[in-house]
């Protein structure tokens, strides 16, 4: 049985969220039709789906339909916010505290 899958483009940071930079955006440049993703993940997370996606460590936000997207929902996003563009800005961060990160 042989399954095909679209891959996605896959950008991975220099550095890791932490305290110091708890931070990351980008402006979207060229839209895409199926969406862009912007989100947090492992160092092990396959780079050729879009974050959140089930079965890959890895929460992220979709510009396409605005859906916070985490492995627990089983492909299914949650209403997070609005739809981005070319010209938008989007951004990851995290809360650090001395428990972990939340």
Not at 49 to 58: D, E, L
Not at 61 to 75: N, R, T
């Amino acid at each position: 049985v042989t399954t095909h899958h679209r891959e996605y483009g896959f950008v991975r940071g220099k550095s890791k969220l932490s305290k110091e930079r708890p931070y990351v955006e980008m402006t979207i440049v060229v839209d895409r039709a199926d969406g862009i993703g912007l989100g947090v993940c492992g160092d092990d997370v396959y780079a050729g789906a879009m974050p959140g996606w089930p079965s890959y460590p890895s929460i992220g936000y979709h510009s396409d339909d605005g859906g916070l997207f985490y492995q627990e929902y089983a492909g299914r996003g949650l209403d997070f916010g609005g739809t981005c563009h070319a010209g938008d800005r989007m951004g990851v961060g995290a809360l650090f505290s001395a428990g972990g990160v939340a």
